[in-house]
């Protein structure tokens, strides 16, 4: 049995194909699916507008993403029901990392947050640069922060600071 | 303690109302329950158990359990957990048994002569406005056969109505759609089908004395009638485990379905702090839920040694930090009139608490997400024979792959025929309504109605062919060849 | 366990009670719905048979799957005696009243 089952966090060991290659982090923004497990769900296929993403056997076969063709533009987070995709851009320093975010009150443009990881625990301080709240998105909204690039792929939550509304 | 601002939901709540609480008045909003809105203003114990006088509040919050029973207007075991709530109702604390007071009346009026309880006759009968129920009714519907789909609730939709989440599975089958949305959809259709729906009707028994007729007792308002009908699907769902430990039976210890539709129906906050047990899919789901209701998830415990639930559930509460602690159990619950906090320990490979590994939390609720039974009652009573499958959650009727149970005519889906997902209880409801219609022998479009049966069993062995599909693949097998081996001896 | 612990919420019957009970001889859930009452509250069982059914295996050894449940038998809820004496709906109209779904 993984770490993972026990405790709920994925690791980097058990990331494999989901990573996509240093070289091809740094030429563009990507998606990364967070989703190891065989369960029976396939969304993120159709929501793909470039047919990047594919599951390549039964409906319970584990997403693959061709990062060729994924060009990170996001469509698919908030198509996730597990709410385990992400798009990273860490073309430059800072990095910027775009999580779903289910929560209310919506952080502002310019708000710096709490950066939390897999686990949790805070990683340090990212800036809001977008937050998409289209009605498209069926009320899964997309938050972009700025980090800096060595924790672009650590940051997978935030939390906003108490005095806006965050809790401590 | 009401939520004001939810990410996913708007709150339609009645008009504002006040009642009488043990002489003290309270304002809540009509059409909650007298249970919600007696937890919105801080209320947590509904009444005094009958032998030791011990406090209890709401446990279930579906009108199965008696935790809630509270004396209204003068009438003592009210189920208040169900019991909508109306402007200068008199609520109060029942102590013991309660006392029937000479001037109260009981909600039915013996009115009637006695031959006045026919409702008629329906070629199809529907238990339970579920995923299941709807989806037999839809497409019983669409083969142009009428049915009467009958459910407790005033609201149709059963537990969908509770689910913020976007549903998994295949997106011809209703994925990424939010459960309460999938709700309103499936009545939208409905609504297109020759299908009437009875809400707020109890159905008290099931009878087949009478073949091939089968006998419904329904009570509305107080108000009995009976309904005769060829064929019966049951979808009835399931029941919320209870979990015995030290003051298991505190105010404040809820069944996670209790919770949701606190906070995800009435708009009430269950609590500050939660500890909630058990890390299959319905805790880590509810655990979400309550922090989208800004309600703090001190941890999930489980006494598995491995996340019963999906990863990416697991994962989503992770990242906000509350921890998953498997290999733990709950020991006690403290607190005099509520839950002040609970104790849990490690539990070694034998299940068994650790010495010295023990650990008090401070919570004010602890949520139970400890699995669930198939109500299988109805059929019970209709003479079903059944099999106890644990892979499938304890006794359910014995039932074929068209999930018709050893009664002709009498069909089990959903929940209540094995515990799945949403997603699995409409294929199954689908499929028994459609085996439903092939057994009521009318003149339909065979070709289409087999095509159809076939798309809904392929589904399903489709939604249950990974990793987390193995326990109900493995109850459904035993399940037909038990059921097989059963009718065989007939 | 402790002994103390409410296994049945309805009719507030103990974990000891039950247990002392299936030691005396009472191992089925018929023979303890009858004497200790488990199981004929307003839930009728819906909170404590499982519960019970562990016990009396715990206690006897039988494994669970083969202890038997208590027989269920209408009404599902809790219904007055008053609703029970009046019958159906007055006007006998199956589609009518107090029923009618439209």
Redesign the interface.
Same mark, same amino acid.
């Given at each position: 049995?993984t770490e993972?089952?026990? &405790? %709920? @966090?994925?690791r980097e060991a058990e990331m494999g194909p989901v990573v996509p290659s240093a070289e091809r982090l740094a030429r563009g923004p990507v998606v990364i699916v !967070?989703? @190891?497990?065989?369960?029976?769900?396939?969304?993120c @296929?159709? =929501?793909c507008p470039k047919g990047a993403i594919a599951i390549r056997g &039964?409906?319970?076969d584990t997403p693959v993403v061709d990062f060729e063709t994924c060009d990170g533009c996001r469509v698919c987070i908030s =198509?996730?029901? %597990?709410?385990?995709i992400f798009a990273v851009d860490a073309t430059g320093d800072p990095a910027l990392v775009s999580i779903p975010y !289910?929560? /209310?009150?919506l952080p502002e443009t310019g708000e710096i947050v709490t950066t939390?990881?897999?686990? %949790? =625990?805070e990683s340090g301080e990212g800036k809001v640069v977008r937050v998409l709240s289209a009605k498209a998105l069926? /009320?899964?909204p997309i938050v972009t922060i700025e980090v800096p690039k060595n924790l672009a792929m650590r940051v997978?939550?935030f /939390?906003r600071k108490p005095d806006r509304g965050g809790?401590s | 303690m009401r939520i004001r601002e939810h990410p996913i939901l708007e709150f339609e709540r009645g008009r504002e109302v006040e009642f009488d609480f043990d002489g003290r008045r309270l304002c809540g909003h009509e059409g909650e329950t007298i249970a919600a809105a007696l937890h919105a203003s801080g209320v947590r114990v509904l009444r005094k158990s009958i032998r030791h006088g011990r406090p209890r509040g709401f446990f279930c919050a579906i009108g199965r359990c008696s935790s809630c029973l509270m004396t209204v207007d003068g009438v003592p075991n009210v189920m208040t957990c169900v019991t909508p709530l109306r402007r200068g109702m008199k609520v109060e604390t029942q102590t013991g048994k309660g006392t029937l007071a000479a001037e109260a009346k009981g909600a039915g009026s013996i009115a009637g002569d006695g031959s006045g309880s026919d409702l008629g006759t329906v070629p199809l009968a529907i238990v339970g406005a579920g995923p299941a129920g709807l989806s037999a009714a839809v497409y019983a519907g669409r083969l142009g056969v009428e049915s009467v789909v009958v459910d407790e609730n005033e609201v149709p939709g059963g537990q969908l109505i509770k689910q913020t989440h976007m549903f998994f599975g295949s997106l011809e089958h209703y994925a990424r759609v939010r459960g309460v949305d999938i709700g309103t959809q499936l009545c939208r259709e409905l609504e297109k089908c020759p299908s009437k729906l009875l809400t707020g009707t109890t159905v008290l028994g099931l009878y087949t004395d009478d073949p091939p007729w089968k006998t419904l007792s329904l009570m509305k308002n107080g108000v009995r009638g009976e309904l005769r009908a060829r064929t019966v699907v049951l979808a009835t769902g399931a029941s919320e485990n209870m979990l015995a430990f030290e003051n298991c039976d505190l105010p404040g210890v809820y069944g996670a379905g209790a919770v949701q539709t606190l906070m995800n129906v009435y708009g009430v906050a269950p609590g500050e702090r939660v500890l909630m047990v058990g890390a299959g899919n319905i805790g880590l789901i509810v655990g979400y839920q309550l922090l989208q209701a800004a309600v703090d998830v001190a941890a999930v415990i489980d006494a598995m040694d491995e996340i019963g639930g999906y990863h990416v559930h697991a994962a989503k509460i992770r990242r906000m930090g509350v921890p998953i602690l498997t290999s733990h159990t709950i020991l006690s619950a403290g607190g005099t009139d509520r839950v002040e906090r609970a104790t849990i320990s490690r539990v070694d490979s034998d299940w068994q608490p650790v010495e010295g590994t023990e650990r008090t939390i401070d919570v004010d609720t602890i949520c139970l997400a400890v699995g669930l039974t198939p109500n299988c009652e109805l059929a019970s009573m209709a003479g079903c024979d059944d099999e106890y499958v644990p892979e499938l959650g304890g006794l359910v009727s014995a039932h074929d792959a068209d999930l018709e149970t050893s009664v002709p005519g009498v069909f089990i889906a959903g929940d209540a025929s094995g515990i799945e997902e949403a997603s699995t209880a409409m294929l199954e409801g689908r499929l028994a309504g459609l085996a439903a219609v092939e057994r009521l022998e009318v003149e339909v479009d065979r070709e289409k109605l087999l095509a159809m049966k076939e798309e809904a069993a392929s589904g399903l062995s489709e939604l249950r062919a990974g990793p987390f599909g193995d326990r109900p693949r493995l109850g459904k097998e035993r399940m037909l060849a038990l059921a097989a081996s059963r009718g065989g001896d007939r | 366990m402790k002994e103390d612990v409410v296994i049945c919420r309805c009719e507030d019957i103990t974990y000891g009670e039950i247990v002392d009970a299936v030691r005396g001889g009472l191992t089925t859930t018929e023979e303890i719905k009858r004497i200790l009452r488990c199981g004929m509250g307003p839930c009728q069982g819906r909170t404590c048979s499982r519960l019970i059914v562990r016990i009396i295996s715990q206690e006897t050894g039988v494994p669970v799957a083969e202890v038997r449940f208590p027989v269920v038998r209408p009404p599902s809820r809790p219904v007055e005696i008053g609703v029970m004496a009046a019958g159906g709906p007055p006007d006998g109209n199956p589609s009518g009243g107090e029923y009618d779904a439209d």
């Open positions: 049995m993972r089952r026990r &405790d %709920g @966090v994925l !967070e989703c @190891v497990e065989n369960i029976p769900c396939n969304p @296929v159709a =929501a &039964d409906i319970n =198509a996730c029901p %597990g709410l385990a !289910e929560f /209310r009150p939390l990881d897999r686990e %949790g =625990a069926d /009320r899964t997978r939550h /939390r809790t | - | -």
